[in-house]
């Protein structure tokens, strides 16, 4: 998942009990975002790419796995 929708995930629960509509949201949070300077995205980078760390590992698994089970009917 990409830096931007982790911080718009977050500006959804922070802003949620104002009622905005979806696209207005969406608008919102990336008119903050924009507004964000390297430090303060940051966190959200760094959570980035630790999910699609993760998410490489897991497909690997699931390759090896799924690859297993073709071998195995073949």
């Known amino acids: 998942m990409s830096a931007f929708f982790?911080?718009?995930n977050d500006f959804r629960k922070k802003n949620?009990?104002?009622g905005?509509?979806?696209v207005e949201m969406v608008?919102?949070?990336?008119a903050?975002?924009?507004t964000l300077n390297a430090r303060e995205k940051?966190?959200?980078e760094g959570r980035s790419g630790r999910l699609r760390?993760?998410?490489i590992r897991d497909m690997k698994k699931y390759r090896v796995k799924s690859t297993d089970k073709i071998s195995v009917h073949r």
């Open 6 to 8: 982790l911080f718009l």
């Open 27 to 30: 608008q919102k949070g990336a």
């Open 32 to 34: 903050v975002w924009r």
């Open 20 to 22: 905005f509509s979806n």
């Open 53 to 55: 760390e993760r998410y």
């Open 16 to 18: 949620q009990p104002r």
């Open 42 to 44: 940051q966190s959200y």
